[in-house]
Nanobody, 126 residues
């Protein structure tokens, strides 16, 4: 009962930056925990970052700590992923996800999320 649409993906050089956006619509009067996941060709979908509805808690995959920042702008029903110092291994389709039942828990398991966007492609060239 919530729709998620990612945007902001594209082609960047190694060391560059990119900001992904995820706009939510539908039952946005409810509270949701939000997360970002990514999947590269031939790879499993992996956790990237998560944030609680209030923004009080965040979690990051070890591979992106210090480089990526997740944030929310609730007035716009939007979650962002700021990606700095991009590496070729960051190339993947990035998915936004929303978790309904525990919005103040930043979850890292994909199976716990209830709604998913269609993804946005991020390609980092060397």
């Amino acid at each position: 009962q919530v729709q998620l649409v990612e945007s902001g993906g594209g082609l960047v050089q190694a060391g560059g930056s990119l900001r992904l956006s995820c706009a939510a619509s539908g039952r946005t009067f409810s509270r949701y925990g939000m997360g970002w996941f990514r999947q590269a060709p031939g790879k499993v979908r992996e956790f990237v970052a998560a944030i609680t509805w209030s923004g009080a808690s965040t979690k990051y995959a070890e591979s992106v700590k210090g480089r990526f920042t997740i944030s929310t702008e609730n007035a716009k029903n939007t979650v962002y992923l700021q990606m700095n110092g991009l590496k070729p291994e960051d190339s993947a389709v990035y998915y936004c996800a929303a978790e309904r039942d525990y919005p103040e828990v930043a979850r890292t398991r994909a199976v716990l999320y209830d709604y998913w966007g269609q993804g946005t492609q991020v390609t980092v060239s060397s």
